[in-house]
């Protein structure tokens, strides 16, 4: 197995942040849609983000905002990532991907999600992320059958994300697609919404990182 990208998202306090950056995932995500418990906040300024350093990566994550605003707060705050969770069309994603900014785009995937609905998505897109799908945008802390994804035969590496937690080490671990380029993981390790066990993030990140060097 190659190496497993880690994405840590949901995060806002700048003690918190500082944790888990000290834990060396690959990205780090931060949540600009006002409806969602873990919403950064509208302060949230590049002075929280000083602390975040390479090689972590910084990650925005959107709700069907307008174009403008996205590329704006990705280049006031220098994020790397627009991480698109709405119905951005594949020419919304171009020109996110134009202003020099990498696109992760997210599908929400139950048993009647259409992965051939991705094609159009394949040219305009860096990396794609496979969440369970809900009532609501964003995560549901519930795992969706990642079976599913033997469906996905697309090009366009991936993130695994959806309920993921501690006690998924060996989950992650079996599980094997050729385009799983990364999991994400957020409320399965909170102490409250936003909130990090960064002992629990920074024990799984190098139990996962062994685990995969042995595999």
Not at 4 to 24: F, Q, Y
Request: aromatic share 12%; net charge negative; glycine share 8%.
């Amino acid at each position: 197995m190659n190496e497993l990208k880690i994405k840590v998202c949901g995060m806002s306090d700048p003690e918190n942040i500082s944790g888990v950056t000290g834990a060396l995932p690959d990205y780090l995500g931060f949540i600009f849609y006002p409806k969602s418990k873990r919403y950064v906040g509208p302060n949230f300024s590049a002075e929280a983000l000083k602390i975040v350093h390479e090689p972590v990566k910084t990650v925005g994550v959107f709700v069907n905002e307008t174009l403008e605003e996205v590329i704006e707060i990705c280049k006031n705050l220098n994020l790397d990532v627009a991480q698109l969770h709405g119905n951005e069309t594949p020419e919304y994603c171009r020109q996110i991907q134009n202003s020099g900014i990498t696109v992760f785009k997210a599908f929400s995937v139950d048993e009647s999600f259409d992965f051939e609905s991705l094609n159009v998505y394949s040219r305009v897109c860096d990396y794609f992320l496979f969440d369970t799908k809900g009532q609501l945008p964003g995560g549901t802390g519930q795992k969706f059958n990642w079976q599913l994804l033997e469906n996905y035969t697309d090009d366009v590496p991936f993130f695994l994300s959806g309920g993921i937690g501690p006690d998924d080490l060996e989950a992650v671990i079996r599980f094997s697609h050729p385009q799983l380029f990364g999991i994400d993981i957020n409320s399965g390790f909170e102490i409250s919404p936003a909130l990090k066990d960064v002992e629990k993030v920074k024990n799984f990140i190098l139990q996962l990182r062994d685990l995969v060097k042995d595999k």
